[in-house]
């Protein structure tokens, strides 16, 4: 108890030493309730948590050694008590490969846990499949390898085994699936069925090239088979232009509606991408909303729906706000989205901190990244994670309207001593009142919002 009204201090007080961010205020809604160490640090990437568990990924360092004893692999927490986060044994990664991403659900099949294989010293790409019924004792389902889903550039340009980003388990009827985010050239969104989930299978897949396509007056069928250099080297100008530190088309999250039929592609400088899955053999391109006043950096990182549809919240991320031109501009912050047409969603709102507003206030401690990162809605309310400024929540009631209602942003040297460095938020989930969030220097935090649903 002593260890959580010190931090609700730090999060509602300005800070006795250090730097405090100037439009941190003070909120009696959020409370701090545990802490979940992992003193490691950029080592913590995203969360999930399902039932009593949140399963925590890792990042470069430590790369995956096959046993997870080198501190790599999904760190895994007991939380059925919130005050005392209990680690329990984890999930290892894949030798010479880091896990960006997790997802966990209750499926046809059972409890099924996924996860993202990336490099990070050579190793595979593609995902797993695991059981965790008892996440005490889980175990190995299935490895699915990735590939790019033109033929030329697997046989002649080394397009196999390619890394998975992000995912998302999503069901229809009777049937289990997993969407993935593959870092091919082309077909990036690629489906599999895993209602046998020790035997998935490849079902479909779409890729923003399509849209060039179409320009050309060409079938997307035809990027299968392509061959011809010349239109590859079209289809990949394509991709490759944009604007600002990433310039690149490229998809980099995915969200699956709870029906299981709309899948929301953030598509980087393409902006939020919305298609029709009830055929998942078959994706069909319905819109793309990109922001009317952007000068091409878009940096559509996740976007998440409210439970309608009828409202989509973007997050930008950029994580250089000095690259462009070299003076002050922005890091990246949230748009907010009327998507009640989804053939044409219209732009309602922006919101920003200050600090990731103004980039060159020295208020704004000088080690910290201001940009948004990760979303999830809940209700009339998003919850973001925020690097720098740490958790954000905010009211999007009125859509057209977004305000702060709370926020955890603990700093000071109290805090970077327990948190093994400034706040680094990378991972967001809010489910029944409660919030969970990983921080990329000091593991796992979980909170409660006083009044949600």
């Known amino acids: ?35 979940g160490s992992r003193l490691l640090p950029g080592a913590t990437t995203d969360l999930w948590v399902h039932r009593d568990f949140a399963y925590l990924g890792t990042f470069n360092q430590p790369c995956g050694d096959g046993t997870g004893d080198n501190g790599s692999g999904i760190r895994i927490f007991d939380v059925s008590d919130p005050r005392v986060p209990r680690e329990i044994a984890p999930i290892p990664s894949l030798p010479g490969s880091r896990i960006n991403d997790i997802k966990v659900g209750d499926m046809n099949s059972s409890q099924i846990l996924v996860h993202s294989n990336e490099p990070c010293n050579g190793g595979q790409g593609g995902f797993e499949i695991w059981n965790v019924d008892d996440p005490l004792r889980p175990f190995h389902l299935a490895h699915v390898q990735t590939d790019d889903i033109n033929s030329f550039i697997r046989e002649e340009m080394g397009g196999k085994d390619i890394g998975v980003h992000n ?4 069901q229809q009827g009777n049937r289990d699936f997993v969407a993935s985010v593959v870092e091919s050239l082309f077909g990036n969104f690629q489906i599999f069925d895993i209602t046998d989930p020790r035997n998935p299978s490849p079902v479909g897949f779409w890729g923003v090239e399509e849209l060039r396509l179409a320009e050309l007056g060409l079938s997307p069928d035809l990027v299968v088979n392509l061959r011809d250099p010349e ?12 604007f600002g530190q990433f310039p690149r088309r490229f998809l980099h999250d995915i969200t699956i509606s709870q029906r299981g039929d709309l899948a929301y592609l953030s598509y980087w400088d393409a902006g939020v991408v919305l298609l029709d899955i009830r055929d998942p053999s078959n994706p069909v391109f319905l819109s793309a909303a990109v922001d009317p006043g952007s000068d091409g950096e878009v940096n559509s990182h996740a976007a998440w729906p409210n439970e309608d549809g009828s409202i989509v919240v973007e997050t930008s991320e950029d994580f250089d706000a000095f690259t462009t031109t070299g003076l002050p501009e922005k890091w990246g912050g949230v748009r907010i989205w009327d998507f009640r047409d989804p053939l044409q969603p219209i732009l309602l709102s922006t919101f920003e901190t200050f600090c990731s507003a103004n980039p060159g206030d020295t208020s704004c401690d000088p080690r910290g990244v201001y940009s948004v990162h990760n979303v999830m809605v809940k209700g009339t309310l998003a919850f973001l ?20 209602v709370a926020r955890f942003n603990p700093v000071g040297p109290d805090f970077e001593a327990s948190n093994g460095g400034i706040q680094d ?3 967001i989930f809010f489910d029944k009142g409660r919030g969970f969030a990983s921080d990329r220097n000091g593991g796992l935090y979980i909170f409660n919002l006083k009044g949600s649903q």
């Open 1 to 35: 108890m002593r260890k959580s009204k010190k931090f609700i201090l730090i999060m509602t007080l300005s800070a006795a030493a250090g730097f405090f961010s100037p439009d941190a205020f003070a909120s009696k809604e959020l409370f701090f309730l545990g802490h």
């Open 167 to 170: 995912l998302f388990l999503f």
């Open 231 to 242: 239109l590859i080297a079209d289809l990949q100008g394509f991709l490759e232009s944009g």
């Open 425 to 427: 938020v990378w991972g």
């Open 385 to 404: 994670s925020w690097y720098g400024n740490g958790v954000l929540v905010l009211d999007i009631s009125d859509p057209r309207n977004p305000f702060e």
